[in-house]
């Protein structure tokens, strides 16, 4: 398999053992947008220095939201993660309460765009998009981005895999 955190786990306490791959926040990329960040904010604060209040404060705004967001993963990258298990998959986040959805609710994982950025479209069964509130006019309604530390293309496909192994008569 590949380099990404993969572990035999008890799924109940002595119950039985499951398998479950995680992958986590990408860390380099949160580097980079830090850095990236602190530099905007440099020329935010120069701005200021030099009598341009306005711009300063509208730059040094616009360099703490991505700095913000990214500090926690370049600190501890597992606080962004999928994980997959044998019922299902778990989208853990920063700005948001953990998504688990089995892997029943999941009709198809696809190629998509999100802003020009390739994502992952998950198209949920039509009972579970309608309890969960998600039901609309496109058939898919949940995407992954590329935030972790795998290419998103690794991604998609175990996505895919682990949706075979665990649904019966799953296709795609």
């Known amino acids: 398999m590949n380099n990404y955190i993969v572990e035999v786990l008890p799924l109940a306490e002595g119950v039985m053992q499951g398998e479950e791959i995680t992958f986590v926040g990408n860390r380099w990329s949160s580097i980079t947008t830090l850095a990236l960040s602190v530099a905007v904010g440099a020329l935010g604060v120069w701005a200021l220095l030099f009598d341009h209040p306005l711009f300063g404060i509208v730059i040094v ?99 895919i895999e682990w949706r075979t192994r665990y649904v019966q008569g799953a296709q795609h």
């Open 61 to 159: 705004l616009a360099a703490a939201v991505p700095a913000a967001v990214s500090l926690p993963i370049v600190f501890s990258p597992k606080s962004r993660y999928l994980r997959l298990d044998p019922s299902g998959f778990e989208v853990g986040g920063l700005r948001r309460a953990r998504d688990r959805v089995n892997w029943d609710d999941v009709a198809e994982f696809r190629w998509g765009l999100h802003n020009d950025a390739p994502v992952i479209e998950i198209e949920y069964m039509p009972e579970y998009a309608r309890r969960r509130g998600l039901a609309g006019e496109q058939p898919f309604t949940g995407r992954i981005l590329d935030r972790y530390n795998a290419p998103l293309s690794d991604v998609l496909e175990t996505l």
